[in-house]
């Protein structure tokens, strides 16, 4: 048995009529967020848990509405701890997402449970989408309309953002972290800043991100702040011929210490200065995730803590 120490299962918050926020504070590393939007006859779900006890919970709260069974998944992106649960709830209900997302879960597969292999995972199995699309998908859930939009590469290669038009709720998966560091390691730095121009213009009242506290748009320039400065640190750092490690010790978190998670400043500056050298790249081009996430560690001093 183990005795690391776990944060709580999560729970539903309504944002909006009908709309939930499934949050697991402190919003840490696998603790992600997830999303119910009832319908009249069932439920749609903006992605999973990392574990299947989280996973359940989440089943279990949706489901105890009292608005039917859990209809279809849409996966935000291809990271474990949105996905791993989708196999709770497939193949009864259809698991929706980008169409870079299938190859990208089977590449990563099983990733993070050999990074933590303390936490309790249970059974787990990867269910891919089988719907998928490129730009965008329209969905109804009763005679409401969802819209899924991806918006090009951000905090993945596969990022999809999930739009209540009539609630004013948008779901915008790892892109933005109220309260918690941005991770660019698998996705863009250039792309985030471009994605978070697209993400304003929605008119957003509520946010909920992929981790972290329910936010309003303000966290769009929180965002599009700390991108800011890991890029000027980059486009120093390349011009000094530093590495992104010695940039990261050198700077610190700076402004953005409080924000959670904030080891994640090694992964990130690893992206930055892959973006300044090699502008010819495209944006989330595939970088040793393996060597970047040791990278992360050596910055940390260890591994970081795995609250799920
Ligand atoms: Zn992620």
Redesign the pocket.
């Known amino acids: 048995m183990s005795t690391a120490v776990r944060a709580p299962l999560g729970r539903l918050h309504e944002v909006a009529d009908g709309v939930h926020a499934f949050l697991q504070p402190p919003g840490t590393w696998c603790l992600?967020n997830a999303g119910v939007i009832a319908g009249p006859d069932g439920l749609l779900l903006i992605d999973t848990a990392a574990t299947r006890a989280r996973a359940e919970a989440l089943r279990e709260q949706a489901e105890g509405l009292g608005h039917g069974p859990v209809r279809s998944v849409v996966n935000t992106?291809s990271?474990g701890?949105?996905v791993f649960g989708n196999c709770v709830f497939a193949p009864s209900a259809t698991i929706i997402a980008h169409e870079l997302l299938g190859a990208e879960v089977e590449a990563i597969g099983m990733g993070l449970t050999k990074i933590w292999p303390d936490v309790e995972w249970g059974e787990l199995s990867l269910a891919k989408p089988t719907v998928t699309f490129a730009r965008s998908m329209s969905l109804r859930v009763g005679s409401r309309t969802v819209e899924l939009h991806h918006l090009g590469p951000a905090?993945?290669t596969n990022d999809t953002v999930v739009w209540v038009p009539d609630a004013r709720v948008l779901f915008v998966?790892?892109v933005a972290l109220p309260g918690c560091t941005p991770?660019c390691m698998m996705g863009s730095i250039r792309g985030t800043l471009l994605t978070l121009d697209r993400l304003r213009g929605f008119g957003a009242e509520t946010v909920v991100g992929?981790h972290g506290r329910v936010s309003g748009p303000e966290v769009f320039d929180q965002t599009e702040r700390y991108m800011r400065r890991i890029l000027a640190i980059a486009e120093e750092g390349v011009a000094a011929g530093i590495t992104p490690l010695q940039a990261a010790r050198e700077h610190g978190p700076g402004e953005f210490a409080e924000w959670l998670d904030s080891e994640r400043l090694a992964a990130n500056l690893h992206r930055a200065f892959l973006e300044v050298r090699r502008p010819d790249l495209p944006l989330g081009a595939e970088v040793d995730v393996n060597a970047v996430f040791n990278e992360v560690i050596e910055y940390n001093g260890g591994l970081p803590t795995c609250l799920a």
């Open positions: 992600n992106h990271h701890d949105h905090h993945s998966g790892d991770f992929g």
